[in-house]
């Protein structure tokens, strides 16, 4: 009877083995792979804010836009914010800010902000966009330019 014992006790452990090392297999599949996506999600999230900077901070198309025909909502004019390019955007993403995101050709959420604190119609403004929510993957964008004929930082913050 002795032998019966060993046998399914040695058949116990085969079975225990089998599914320990399945489990590290699927553990550094689980762990090689997580990286990759991650550097795709934040390569992705950079691409997609570069865009998104050099589409604002540009002079827009048509040059003079406005809400009903603009292609491509960019805020400066002659290299330099405009005031009144500003106040339509900073309008245009309180009444659709769908529309921008399409605009921008993208489906994250964004928020911009310049380090000159600035007003828009005698109304202070700390940023335009959605406010940032705690998100694993953001991305902020620095560049700078130029705003009252002052040297500014311009930050852009985007999300999934």
Excluded: H
Aim: proline letters at 4%; zero cysteines; glycine letters at 8%.
């Amino acid at each position: 009877m002795s032998s019966t014992k060993a046998q399914a006790w040695g058949f116990d452990l085969i079975a225990a083995s089998i599914i320990f090392v399945g489990g590290m297999v699927v553990f550094y599949l689980y762990a090689l792979n997580s990286p990759n996506q991650t550097e795709r999600t934040l390569g992705s999230l950079n691409y997609e804010a570069d865009t998104i900077a050099d589409i604002i901070l540009s002079e827009g198309y048509p040059p003079a836009w406005n809400d009903d025909n603009v292609i491509s909502p960019g805020i400066l004019t002659g290299k330099k914010i405009d005031n009144a390019k500003l106040g339509r955007f900073y309008n245009l993403s309180l009444t659709d800010y769908s529309k921008i995101k399409g605009l921008f050709g993208s489906r994250e959420e964004f928020y911009f902000f310049i380090s000159e604190n600035f007003s828009i119609e005698g109304k202070e403004v700390e940023g335009i966009g959605s406010k940032p929510v705690a998100s694993n993957n953001l991305v902020k964008i620095t560049r700078f330019t130029i705003y009252n004929d002052k040297p500014v930082s311009f930050n852009l913050e985007i999300w999934d």
